[in-house]
């Protein structure tokens, strides 16, 4: 009875966001718009703003082409651009019902990274338009996030325009999701004292995330024979002859470096005897089964992170013998989410105008995620920083910038600390601007 009573409370608390979103977003008509930055004393100042004073810049950016970087904001613009393909846990839904996700994702970066990013949702599907129109947009925009883009072409987009476009492009779906699924997994081996090259691990769905949580983990120190990975169809390995097709090309890889042991199956022959299951697949609390948890390793470490609902309870896997439980929502500990990643991973490649951003930046990010965790104390129920640990963005953003300098991608060097202090700047600048707007009621509260 108390389980029911618990469930029914969860669930109450889940609709509360929905019914908060359709009572403001129609209060506030979406949740973005643009404000200068520059001084306007008064109207003489258009002058230097626009023409004739601004003829000025455009001819010095003519001859140097860098200089777009010093006269303009491109350099902390980011497009956040979607084809409404694969919308949160709602699929499909067209651009036009994906605005109001991409509007979300351009305030958080405001928010929490200082970045200026615009919502772009783009009326085509086809992924060869999909690149065409992200490289028409590079003049302006200092860096690119895909979001939300279907399963198999967000592979294809986003590897041809990391090899095309020379401004960071990224697939917060992909890299951002394992960046922050690395920092938790960092956290959790520390806190059950058990290493990375020896553990197995089962992974529950191949889709994006997890596609690119192996290979970051891979690049990471752990070791893929290790990793047994479960489709639709049950456990990738080599004789699945039906992912070895160009559809299918990232799965087909993990076929093929994989699964060491030759596991066949389904999930409850992937997580027998695993130490860590990262499960991002359906979102229905009967995907994984107590007895398959069970089934693991002692001091097992379980991360559900399907959403809105995860693939078991928590209290489930816990009571199944989990050690350690970690879901995508935020009324759960151990919440893994990318709001702790792509704001301060961005600030940092924009500050040092980097050409693109690594699996390598994305390690750097995943490692002081952990140590900011770390340094407050690790326990089972805290693996990760929450959003509201605002130190945690400025040090993200010099990790990042740090490596992009490391690895010889940045147009900008700086010192740690001269990277340190101008994204606490920035990032603070954006917050304080926020508060000051509500203050002065230029940010209407609804009754």
């Known amino acids: 009875m108390k389980k029911s009573v618990n469930v029914e409370e969860l669930l109450a608390k889940a609709k509360q966001p929905s019914e908060d979103a359709m009572r403001l977003h129609p209060f506030y008509r979406g949740k973005l718009e643009v404000t200068p930055k520059c001084r306007i004393k008064d109207f003489g100042d258009f002058a230097i703003w626009y023409t004739p004073g601004v003829a000025a810049p455009c001819r010095d950016i003519e001859k140097h082409p860098d200089k777009v970087f010093e006269h303009t904001n491109k350099g902390n613009f980011v497009a956040v651009v979607s084809d409404g393909t694969r ?53 302006t925009f200092g860096g690119i996030n895909l979001e939300d883009i279907s399963n198999p072409k967000c592979f294809y987009i986003l590897e041809r325009l990391r090899k095309e476009m020379d401004i960071p492009v990224w697939h917060d779906d992909q890299q951002g999701t394992a960046a922050i699924t690395l920092a938790g997994l960092i956290n959790a081996l520390k806190v059950v004292e058990k290493k990375k090259e020896t553990i197995k691990v089962a992974m529950i769905g191949a889709g994006a995330s997890n596609i690119a949580i192996s290979r970051v983990m891979i690049a990471s120190g752990f070791f893929p024979e290790n990793i047994i990975m479960v489709d639709t169809k049950g456990i990738l390995h080599k004789k699945r002859n039906d992912l070895n097709t160009p559809d299918n090309k990232a799965k087909w890889h993990m076929c093929e470096i994989s699964n060491g042991e030759g596991r066949t199956g389904g999930i409850p022959e992937a997580m027998k005897g695993a130490d860590v299951c990262i499960a991002l697949s359906k979102p229905d609390p009967s995907t994984i089964k107590p007895e398959w948890v069970k089934s693991m390793a002692k001091y097992a470490i379980v991360f559900v992170c399907a959403n809105p609902v995860p693939e078991i309870w928590p209290w489930e896997a816990k ?129």
């Open 319 to 447: 009571e199944a013998g989990a050690r350690i439980v970690a879901t995508g929502r935020s009324d759960f500990p151990n919440q893994v989410n990318n709001s702790l990643g792509f704001p301060g991973i961005f600030r940092g490649a924009l500050d040092v105008a980097a050409r693109t951003i690594t699996d390598e930046m994305c390690i750097a990010a995943a490692y002081e995620l952990a140590k900011c965790a770390e340094d407050k104390g690790l326990k089972e129920d805290y693996l990760i920083p929450t959003m509201d640990e605002r130190e945690v963005f400025p040090r993200v953003a010099t990790a990042v910038g740090m490596k992009a300098i490391e690895q010889g991608l940045a147009r900008i060097k700086m010192t740690r600390d001269e990277l340190y202090e101008k994204s606490s700047q920035i990032i603070k600048r954006a917050m304080d601007e926020t508060k000051t707007l509500m203050d002065k009621g230029i940010i209407p509260m609804p009754e």
């Open 87 to 139: 919308v949160l846990g709602l699929g499909d839904i067209g651009p036009h019902a994906a605005l109001p996700v991409m509007e979300g994702k351009a305030i958080l970066f405001k928010y929490l990274g200082g970045v200026d990013a615009f919502p772009i949702c783009l009326g085509t599907k086809d992924p060869e338009e999909i690149i065409k129109a992200c490289k028409w947009l590079e003049p």
